[in-house]
């Protein structure tokens, strides 16, 4: 038998009000119900027999003042008409134990309800129907099955922005404005990556820079010292092993796109637009809790590439071109080591490295040299020329100073000789390996070639 829904539940008017006198006829499936009734009753049992059409207050069908349920016949027919016998809704054939919200929401379709008729509706509230609950009558939904409704949807922002707004003042430390908590348990596949979150930008056209994500901060009541972080990427081993990379750049250009495409996998811009204590593009930091180094590598940066990478033409460089976009200005200071007493066990170190094509240090011609002090105080190897210099030699045994390319002269000296001579013709020879003759606190042997 056919009950309907309890405790209370309502019909409508084509106003979207609560139907008050109204008709309700039940009959014959498919057939009128005013013409061909079949037997209603007050009790499940069917032993209270309800007289038709049974009629409504507020909404509710109603027993001697008090609102009831009507039993009737699993297959049947009802019609529902306004107090002036105005047809509401009728429906041939009602089989579901939640027919009379199948009714209400073909009277919410046929009808629907302006917003004033839902001026009592209790605030901070979303009503509907629960995913897997089935039609029915609307209910105030928890957070939890607003999010299970929501998951999925696709959002459509074409009309505008979304925004979130909050303010926080106080003393405290406030949840995050947005906060997305992922638990995972993935099997994903080799050299592949999980995506906590992603922001998909697919760009077919158009002309001007774009931009997948900004992440900003402004600041104005900031003490000394205090940061402005516009972005903090953190990742954390806690247990197990794994690489941690708090921030990965990557820069990705298809062999179909044009040559004059660019790559960079990662930029840092400063916009310092008055003195500052500190102004700096790029800052490797080693937090004060880190205690341990690297076993494979322990570096600052380190320059790399992958197993089939071509790599890089150049691993440092300073400035685009050789007039504008150079980086550090006149007078500044390409490389530079503030004072410390720490001792270091090499100041450069190219010994790695099997070979170079030209020197491993090049500098301009007659552009000074190396300075031990920055006046020299210690010593120097200079350069003051830009033509015909000569050099030092260090040979098997033997180490050689050519005066230049003009005269060809050259000093050599090995563990027995000293010798002076010209492009091809030795001047002079002194053995140094005989001991010395105290009488004429000179060498004995000395021979002058010709």
Known sequence: MLVTNAPYQQFFDTDGSPLDEGYVYFGVAN??????PVPIYWDEAGTLAATQPVRTLNGFIMRNGTPANVFAPDDCSITVKSKLGVLIVYRGQMVSPTFLSAINAAIAAQFPIPNANLADMVQATIKGRESGSGTGEPVDLTAAQARAILNGVAWDLTAGTANITKTVTGASSPAPT?????????????????????FLINRTGGTGNREAATARITSNAGPAGEFAVGFHGLARIQTGSGNAAGLNGYAWVDSAADATAEAVGAETNTDVRRAVVRKVGLQVVDVATSGAGGTAFDAGIIIGQQAGALGYNVGLQFGFDGTTGFGVQA????????????????????????????????LRPGM????????????????ETSTAAGDIAFLNAETVVRFGATTGASFRADDTYLMLRTATTPIFRRLIAQAVDTATAGYRNLAVEN
């Open 178 to 198: 947005l906060n997305l908590t992922i638990t995972d348990d993935l099997a994903v596949p080799a050299n592949g990556f999980f995506l906590g979150a992603a």
């Open 368 to 383: 000074k040299g190396i300075y031990w002090g920055s006046t020299k105080t210690g010593g120097g190897i200079v350069s």
């Open 31 to 36: 057939q009128n119900p005013e013409t061909a």
């Open 331 to 362: 007078g500044g200071t390409l490389l530079f080591a503030k004072s410390t007493a720490i001792s270091f066990r090499a100041g450069i170190d190219f010994e790695g490295i099997q070979t170079f094509s030209g020197a491993p240090i090049i």
